[in-house]
């Protein structure tokens, strides 16, 4: 059950890193390669970049879970 939990952490971990370098900063960051530049140039911020500041969040909820239950775990 302990290696179960800590390969899902791991994989949260990863998918969280590449998360957070795909949102757009001060400098439109690598978003704005997948086709998120040009709508928030006139809208402030573009239906991609809600979904994936959505999918971020639920990403950083299950990181935080699978981190919890390691603790308990070990």
Known sequence: MFYLVAFF???FC???VGMIL???GKG???SSTFG???GGTFSGTTIMEKN?????LI???LFTLTGIVLFFLG
């Open 36 to 38: 998120g530049g040009m």
């Open 14 to 16: 990863v998918a969280l």
């Open 28 to 30: 439109g960051g690598l």
């Open 9 to 11: 952490h791991i994989v």
């Open 59 to 61: 990403v950083v909820g």
């Open 22 to 24: 795909l949102h757009s």
């Open 52 to 56: 994936l500041t959505r999918l971020t």
